[in-house]
């Protein structure tokens, strides 16, 4: 079965709903689901793109009435495909139809049904399902329901209720829930005391944007008794220094995170959540039966996100500080008695498996071929098959990179997009090795405020991200994932700097150790350490890091190998000296993915892969260039971006 999710960068909300329901998909079927997600208004439109969703966060951020005339004006067209504005995408999506054959098509954002309706304008049926899920509630544009969908999922009967009202028919709408992470249905947290008595009184701060007087806020927040307060700035590094420095005074009491991948995890161990009304934000706060304090909404849309909120009595709006410090005060006085009235009716709405549930209505639906029709109903326990891992093959060759970065450093793609990214084109092993300073040094110390390196409060996080990726990788590549650190210990000068990679590691390694300590507690693990960038590169703007190199009668004996070739740089020192040796993309972007590359003739299995470095027999190094097929995905086996973009059908 083959399903395309067709999502679009404006929001976190359409996103966060096609990579859940992805992940769900790919849970639920003991055969790999052919799932794919495909943002086609960036493959389409490329720059043009970036630029709209520019001005789209200038608009909310910057002039809010101004973008709430826009949205009403949407709401009132006739279609947003009107006088064939949109011919590049309908081109593009009818070609990739036409090619995939999918049998359910979901759309996570409202402009797909618009094309889709224009490319089968003068057809008597689609010959796919067409699942539309509608990311907001209440406040719901017109764009979304104007045009035919065989299922419209909602999530809550107030949104249903609206469509209901603008004509569309009952039986095109289910009420599933917003299809949160599948991690909030299947996470183990313990159960969290009510905020009474000696109990802390947890509080999750989302910080949108740096507000002003935020850290006055937040400091009226920490004056109330017995708070605990959370934490997260996003990509905000500076943001996040600032409030370190301001904060640093309150100890234990304060937690500051940057970008974090476990949401579930904090909203379910904490009493409330105060953050923007958007509508990712407020139903995984729904989900993990948070009760929320909205302090900020963009017009139009979030709306009826913190409507809802207020109406189902499930927390409250509070836009000003006074007002939210005021809100959280009323929660929690009285032996915390309207906080067990919001989590009392969070109990009635609260649909953490709402992914499962919109899956197990496209798993259905694809099955059936007698026509369109809604699936009502399904069972309260959705069984999670467990996926069925194959033998891996017995020799190689196996294309491998062993230094690669994530948004958990200074890497552009998060540990899931990278591993699409690598998986898509063919790789066998990958390490994900994101930079970890050295906190005794002036650089690891700014490094660590500027979030261009892991925070130390992140590492299990990362770890365990990882791990869940590694599991996704061999289910849908057989590709290998293996967890790493790029330890920073960097000088004033490049005679003074070292970075060395752990590859394979299984859990923390102190930043603080001195080298060989660290490559002993590498070792300990069964890991490989491994000298990168040992010498002077001359195709990368950067500090060269030369303390290994100039120390390597000392560090030869300790190192399983030395990068022999990093980005585009050659050190042929390396080869001269017949260290052992392996080859490195040093990935930060995707355009370093055309770089030097590792090959092994060994087993595809992670002491197999180890061993041959150790041993470094049948170890060879190739570039990697763009004339390389990307392997197809499984579910478009068809398509293939690049081809079409050379046709002139999409923007490279």
């Known amino acids: 079965m083959k399903v395309l999710i067709l999502t679009a960068s404006f929001g976190d909300g359409h996103n966060a709903a096609a990579r859940n329901l992805r992940a769900a998909l790919e849970a639920m079927t003991p055969d790999p ?7 086609l208004l960036d493959a389409v439109y490329g720059r043009l793109n970036q630029l709209a969703k520019s001005a789209y966060l200038g608009l909310v951020r910057h002039a809010p009435s101004l973008w709430h005339t826009v949205y009403k004006l949407v709401d009132a067209a006739p279609s947003l495909s ?9 081109r593009a999506l009818s070609d990739i139809l036409l090619q995939a054959q999918p049998d359910v098509v979901v759309s996570t954002y409202p402009v797909y049904a618009d094309v889709v309706a224009e490319i089968y304008r003068e057809h008597a049926e689609r010959p796919f399902r067409l699942f539309t899920i509608i990311t907001d509630s209440i406040s719901i544009n017109s764009a979304w329901y104007r045009h035919w969908s065989d299922v419209f999922c909602v999530a809550n009967e107030a949104t249903a209720s609206v469509l209901r009202e603008a004509g569309v028919p009952t039986d095109r709408i289910a009420v599933t829930g917003f299809p949160v992470s599948p991690a909030f249905h299947d996470e183990q947290v313990p159960q969290l005391a009510p905020p009474v008595g000696p109990t802390e009184r947890r509080i999750l701060y989302l910080v949108n944007t740096g507000r002003p007087k935020l850290g006055r806020t937040l400091e009226e927040l920490l004056a109330l008794p017995q708070v605990q307060l959370t934490i997260t700035v996003g990509r905000d590094h500076d943001l996040r220094a600032r409030l ?3 904060l640093d005074g309150y100890g234990d009491r304060v937690k500051l995170y940057g970008w974090t991948n476990l949401m579930p995890r904090l909203l379910l161990s904490h009493h409330l959540v105060i953050g923007k009304a958007g509508g990712a934000s407020v139903q995984e706060a729904i989900a993990s039966r948070c009760p929320m304090i909205v302090n900020q909404m963009i017009p139009g849309q979030e709306e009826g996100n913190a409507r809802l909120i207020a109406q189902e009595n499930v927390g409250c709006i509070a836009e000003g500080r006074r007002e ?32 499962y549930r919109i899956a197990e209505l496209i798993l259905a639906a694809g099955k059936d071929t007698t026509g369109p029709q809604i699936f009502q109903g399904w069972s309260p326990g959705v069984p999670v098959a467990t996926p069925t891992i194959l033998p891996p093959p017995a020799s190689g060759p196996l294309l491998c990179d062993f230094h690669t970065h994530t948004n958990y450093s200074d890497g552009a793609l998060s540990v899931s997009e990278l591993v699409d990214f690598y998986g898509r084109h063919g790789f066998d092993c990958i390490c994900i090795t994101d930079h970890l300073a050295d906190p005794r040094r002036l650089i690891g110390k700014l490094g660590r405020l500027s979030g261009l390196t892991l925070s130390p409060a992140q590492i299990g996080e990362y770890f365990e991200v990882i791990g869940r990726e590694a599991n996704r990788a061999w289910r849908r590549y057989r590709m290998l994932v293996m967890a790493g650190i790029e330890f920073n210990k960097d000088g004033c000068r490049a005679r003074s700097s070292a970075h060395l990679l752990g590859i394979d590691l299984r859990r923390e390694i102190p930043a603080d150790l001195d080298l060989p300590e660290t490559i002993a507690q590498i070792h300990a693990q069964g890991a490989l350490a491994v000298a990168s960038h040992p010498h002077v590169m001359k195709s990368e703007w950067g500090k060269n890091t030369l303390y290994l190199w100039e120390n390597q009668e000392t560090f030869a004996p300790l190192l399983d190998a030395w990068e022999i070739a990093n980005r585009d740089n050659i050190f042929s020192p390396v080869g001269l000296k017949r260290l052992p040796f392996i080859a490195s993309s040093d990935f930060h972007k995707p355009k370093h993915i055309f770089s030097w590359k590792t090959v092994l003739h060994c087993e595809k299995d992670p002491e197999a892969i180890k061993e041959c470095i150790r041993r470094n027999e049948r170890v060879s190094i190739t570039l990697y260039r763009r004339d390389r097929p990307l392997r197809p995905e499984p579910a478009l086996r068809s398509i293939d971006l690049p081809e079409m973009a050379e046709a002139g059908v999409v923007a490279a």
């Not at 689901?33 to 943002?39: A, F, G, I």
């Not at 009107?82 to 309908?90: E, H, K, M, Q, Y």
């Not at 929660?331 to 709405?349: C, P, S, T």
């Open 33 to 39: 689901c052919q799932v794919e997600v495909l943002d």
């Open 82 to 90: 009107a006088a064939g504005s949109w011919g590049r995408l309908r």
């Open 244 to 246: 370190h420095r301001r």
């Open 324 to 355: 939210t410090v005021a809100a959280v005060e009323r929660a929690f006085e009285n032996r915390a008695h309207v906080w067990h009235q919001w989590r009392h009716h969070l109990d009635k709405i609260s649909r953490p498996g709402a992914a």
